[in-house]
């Protein structure tokens, strides 16, 4: 009998990703998402690209009720469901400490009280805060310096108290450095509302002439080239490690892993193999460092290749490549 996954957020950028390699791989997958920051039609796509439609329930973590009656039956958890904007997070911290922390302990009520003790969670390497030695390992000291990444933080603490009191649970907390990217077919995406806040959409909008020109955040770091450098990630590598993460889950207690390549890429070096794999100029201004940024972070990803046989595969060319192909192709998201 095949396994049923829950997907909290699946609906969204790396939600969406995930289900379709669940799919693949002959897991059923249900979906619980409040679509805040996604779109129903994704749910068509995914069924284009899998030939399989995955079931949908719209509903909020929050909500207790919707969410035992949704669950019911499904074997794991992966939970994307959150509010991921840095800034936003600053300016509004109530809406992410309710959404994000009282939103997952409500969850994690749910799941105990249903006896569904298995836990794929969407960390960050923002956790880490700056950097005090690189590449950063999973025990580097955590100092996240804004809400969201503090919100992070407290989810990650309260899976280690749940559990320390029932070695029951079974807990794998994935930190994804900079997921970027798209599914190879241009059906999937990332599809930010209103002005991208990330580097490659930001680039993708200005390659598709919907922005005139990228601002880089500063050329004035201790960088080869001056500015941020950056461990991204192809976003259906890292759907894959959640893959890995639940096929070894039951072998689990509590674990972290980070979920990035290894190599750091400058905001200079991503424009050019942009540039390479779009065939457009992205025509950029240097202007200010934008407050909150580290000069270079990067995973040391040996802990998840060695105890979960799990290797990024793709790099910055392929990820600029299928960034473009998806951005391309729809030029609005998916409206
Ligand atoms: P996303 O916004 O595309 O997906 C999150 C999904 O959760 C959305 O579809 C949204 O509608 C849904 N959602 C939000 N609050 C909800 C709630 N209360 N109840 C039900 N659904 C809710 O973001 P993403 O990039 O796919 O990120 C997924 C997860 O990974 C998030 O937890 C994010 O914090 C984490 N993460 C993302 C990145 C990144 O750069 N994209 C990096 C590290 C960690
Ligand atoms: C990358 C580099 C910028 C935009 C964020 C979150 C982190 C995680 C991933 C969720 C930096 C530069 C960017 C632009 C630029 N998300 N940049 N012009 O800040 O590393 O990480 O997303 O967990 O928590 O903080 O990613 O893509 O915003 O920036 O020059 O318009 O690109 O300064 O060096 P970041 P990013």
């Not at 050019?272 to 407050?291: D, H, N």
Request: aromatic residues 10%; contains cysteine; neutral net charge.
């Amino acid at each position: 009998m095949s396994k049923k996954i829950f997907l909290t957020g699946g609906a969204g950028y790396i939600g969406s990703h995930t289900a379709v390699v669940l799919l693949e791989a002959g897991y059923d997958v249900v979906i619980y998402d409040n679509l805040s920051n996604s779109k129903y039609e994704v749910i068509n796509r995914i069924e284009k690209i899998t030939g399989k439609r995955p079931e949908f329930i719209k509903g909020d973590i929050r909500d207790s009720k919707t969410l035992e009656k949704a669950i019911e039956g499904c074997d794991a958890v992966i939970h994307f469901a959150g509010l991921k904007a840095v800034g936003e997070s600053v300016e509004k911290p109530l809406e992410y400490y309710d959404n994000n922390v009282c939103g997952s302990v409500n969850l994690f009520k749910v799941m105990q009280k249903k006896n569904i003790k298995k836990i794929v969670f969407s960390s960050s390497a923002t956790v880490y805060g700056d950097p005090q030695k690189l590449p950063l390992t999973e025990d580097h000291p955590l100092a996240p310096v804004n809400p969201y990444g503090k919100t992070k933080y407290m989810i990650e603490e309260i899976l280690k108290d749940l559990y320390n009191s029932d070695k029951n649970w079974h807990i794998a907390v994935l930190r994804y450095f900079n997921p970027v990217g798209a599914h190879e077919s241009g059906l999937i995406g990332e599809d930010p509302q209103g002005i991208p806040n990330n580097l490659m959409p930001y680039i993708s909008q200005v390659a598709v002439g919907k922005r005139e020109y990228l601002r880089v955040f500063g050329n004035d770091y201790d960088t080869p080239d001056g500015t941020g450098i950056r461990d991204y990630i192809h976003v259906v590598d890292l759907a894959k490690g959640h893959l890995k993460a639940l096929e070894k889950l039951d072998e689990i207690g509590y674990e972290v892993y980070n979920l990035g390549t290894g190599r750091g890429y400058s905001v200079l070096e991503v424009v050019k193999a942009f540039e390479k794999a779009s065939g457009k100029k992205i025509p950029y201004k240097i202007v200010e460092r934008r407050p909150g940024d580290v000069a270079v972070c990067y995973a040391d990803p040996s802990k998840a290749e060695k105890e979960l046989n799990w290797k990024a595969e793709y790099d910055i060319n392929k990820m600029c490549k299928d960034s473009w192909n998806w951005q391309s192709k729809n030029p609005k998201g998916y409206e």
